[in-house]
């Protein structure tokens, strides 16, 4: 079946831009994470969608940083103003349930401020 | 919170040699284990699991790991390394009523010929 994709895979902005990046997770999924992968850094947790529960935004960097999640299924992040330090892959993920099950990944944007 | 340490950032091998990357946790409650792997300018690809059924876990590829409570280790291995193995490799937990996942900060494979 249809993994999760990430639209667009590349962006280049200039600095002082606001941009939206897309998830689309896996059908059916119930949980939605954003992270964010500076070079040749690990996982930097972002934010995450359970159902119709309140996001936990708890790992967001600003308040330049949001992000939504549309009735339930795709998922956008809006940096706005952005920074170079802004630069780096941004990774969505969906999980199917909570306990015990892993996360399935998409292939990532990679963002570019220049 | 948890936490989840990766010894070692950067890891080489000789191609059929042993792969042995290392991963501890910091958990009061037993968790749920998982390592992943990246290759180059791709998303994050499960290799294996461990939920609290057998400790010695098969994954993809012929890699394994085994959780050791003891230890709170939970370290991957794969008998022969192979040169397509090069890649990022990240251990992540999770807690077992939690929905947030902790990832180690990742441990980089290279494979010599």
């Known amino acids: 079946g249809a993994g999760v994709s990430q639209s667009p895979s590349n962006k280049v902005t200039e600095k002082g831009k606001d941009v939206e990046l897309r998830c689309d997770p896996i059908?059916?999924?119930?949980?939605l994470y954003w992270y964010r992968q500076s070079l040749g850094q690990g996982l930097e947790f972002l934010i995450y969608?359970?159902?119709?529960?309140?996001?936990?935004k708890s790992g967001l960097p600003s308040d330049r940083f949001s992000a939504e999640r549309t009735g339930g299924s795709v998922s956008t992040l809006t940096i706005q103003r952005t920074q170079q330090e802004d630069s780096a892959v941004y990774l969505c993920?969906?999980?199917?349930?909570?306990?015990?099950?892993?996360?399935?990944f998409g292939p990532g944007t990679r963002l570019t401020v220049t | 919170a948890q936490s989840v340490t990766q010894l070692g950032s950067h890891v080489s091998v000789s191609e059929g040699a042993l792969v042995l990357l290392r991963c501890n946790y910091s958990?009061?409650?037993?968790?749920?284990l998982f390592w992943y792997v990246q290759y180059p300018n791709q998303g994050l690809q499960l290799l294996l699991k461990y939920t609290s059924a057998a400790t010695l876990v098969k994954g993809i590829n012929g890699f394994e790991a085994e959780f050791k409570k003891s230890e709170t280790s939970f370290h991957l291995t794969k008998p022969s390394a192979h040169m397509s193995d090069a890649a990022e490799y990240f251990c992540?937990?999770?807690?077992?009523?939690?929905?947030?996942?902790?990832f180690g900060t990742g441990t980089s494979l290279t494979v010599i010929p």
């Open positions: 969608f359970q159902g119709n529960s309140a996001p936990d």
């Open positions: 993920a969906s999980r199917e349930r909570v306990e015990g099950y892993e996360q399935y």
């Open positions: 059908s059916g999924h119930t949980a």
């Open positions: 958990s009061s409650v037993p968790p749920y």
């Open positions: 992540a937990v999770s807690e077992s009523a939690g929905n947030q996942f902790y």
